[in-house]
């Protein structure tokens, strides 16, 4: 993925970032994901009086590009933002949650503590947790 190319997606997550529902946190992120057919979709925080219920930028996105056209797409890059300027890379449950639907070498771009850091997804979670499903239960 070249430096435009991910400059492109921040600037797609920070612009959804606009669109986040946080009256709770005040903490205003933004995903973008690119698949390896081009297409990039984003998200938003979504959150909820009942706290719990909140749903984070990156699940947004992915499952919002899953809804418009399935899960054959694969995630090439992901940006996350927030309008706070704050360190924010996804967190724990949105890494497992991207982990089943993302290419060997897919990479993520988030501000880190000294300005924006880009990883691959497989050093920002390793040991994913996988498993075979076996069929029936008989
Ligand atoms: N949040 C995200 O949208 N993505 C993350 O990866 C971390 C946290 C949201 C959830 C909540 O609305 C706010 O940030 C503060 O935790």
């Known amino acids: 993925m070249d430096a435009d190319a991910l400059e492109r997606l921040r600037e797609a997550a920070m612009e959804a970032a606009g669109r986040a529902y946080a009256p709770y946190s005040k903490f205003y992120v ?60 996804p967190c724990g449950a949105c890494r497992q949650v991207m982990s089943e639907f993302v290419t060997a070498d897919a990479v993520v771009t988030f ?4 300005g924006w850091e880009t990883r691959t997804f497989a050093e920002i979670f390793p040991l994913s947790f996988s498993f075979e499903p076996q069929g029936g239960t008989e």
């Open 30 to 89: 933004g995903a973008a994901l690119e698949f390896d057919d081009g297409s990039v979709f984003t998200g938003c925080n979504v959150e909820n009086v009942s706290y719990g219920l909140t749903s984070c930028a990156e699940r947004n996105a992915l499952f919002r590009a899953i809804s418009e056209r399935g899960a054959g797409p694969k995630i090439v890059a992901v940006a996350v933002t927030n309008r706070n300027g704050a360190p924010c890379p």
């Open 111 to 114: 501000p880190g503590e000294r």
